[in-house]
């Protein structure tokens, strides 16, 4: 369904313009090329390996970190961790800006969980069967009439003393600008009075300069997206752990102090669209 059918729907602003005020410089295709291949095979000797992350063994948050590192690496993405510890809690909800399905492993290489994802993500080629793995929690996002019991499952899953992980602007930005956090998924961490652990996700180049070449955004295909991020000389993402929030009884409120976490002071600045109720 349209999202002129339903206004509710989150929808980012971003486009291929975006893409390219954050991608690499310009580099020579056939070293390009050659870095792609190298990077790809790399990946591919490692999909075998993902069945085993759902082995029940001790230790295998452990081995799951280290998986999602380790196939990052294989697409030439570093990972930097900054900010407050880590916190060995159960039952936290997890929440971060979106910008790409590298967010999944980036995630999952420092606080692996259960995500909510995109119902359709569990169809991706090496991604989706990362996903189930992971025990991703479907939404589909044309249907707010299900969204209850979406939240309802995440409750549920805090409540067992799971991690679950989620996306509150509901779609992807391309990091150079952002959405507002949707209080929905937050009522969940209300539900169940468990805390929300923020983190902020930066991409950037070696330089230091901002990153797109990972963005999943507009007309973008799984593979281009694919392709910019392993033609790219090397992307570094820093996770920066913010405090932990206390959920509190008002989700609109939990959802503005994680927004504030996230975004810190540049949170006015990046605004493109006004929140929804949803």
């Keep these: 369904m349209s999202a002129v059918e339903h206004a509710w729907l989150p929808k980012a602003t971003c486009d291929d313009s975006c893409v390219r005020a954050g991608g690499d410089r310009p580099d020579r295709p056939a070293l390009a090329t050659l870095r792609a291949a190298r990077r790809i095979a790399s990946a591919l000797v490692l999909l075998p390996l993902v069945p085993f992350l759902a082995v029940p063994l001790p230790g295998r948050s452990r081995v799951q970190r280290l998986y999602c590192r380790m196939f990052l690496r294989c697409l030439g993405v570093r990972i930097t961790v900054s900010g407050g510890p ?10 971060s800006g979106h910008i790409s399905w590298v967010d999944i492993f980036t995630i999952g290489a420092v606080l692996p969980g259960a995500f909510v994802a995109r119902a359709d993500l569990v169809d991706w080629p090496a991604v989706g069967l990362a996903a189930r793995i992971m025990k991703v929690i479907p939404i589909d996002r044309a249907s707010l009439r299900r969204l209850p019991l979406v939240v309802g499952a995440v409750a549920d899953r805090l409540r067992a003393g799971q991690i679950v992980v989620a996306f509150p602007e509901g779609t992807t930005w391309c990091g150079l600008a952002y959405g507002p956090f949707r209080p929905a998924m937050f009522q969940a961490a209300v539900d169940a009075a468990r805390p929300v652990q923020p983190l902020r996700l930066t991409y950037h180049h070696r330089d230091g300069q901002p ?68």
């Design 211 to 278: 990153s797109t070449v990972t963005a999943f955004v507009g007309d973008d295909t799984l593979w281009q997206s694919l392709s910019r991020t392993v033609r790219a000389r090397l992307t570094v993402v820093d996770v920066e752990v913010a405090s932990l929030e206390l959920p509190g009884d008002d989700r609109r409120e939990l959802a503005a102090r994680c927004e504030m976490a996230v975004r810190g002071p540049a949170i006015q600045r990046y605004r493109h669209q006004p929140a929804l109720s949803a």
């Design 86 to 95: 880590i916190r060995n809690l159960r039952g936290v909800l997890v929440v």
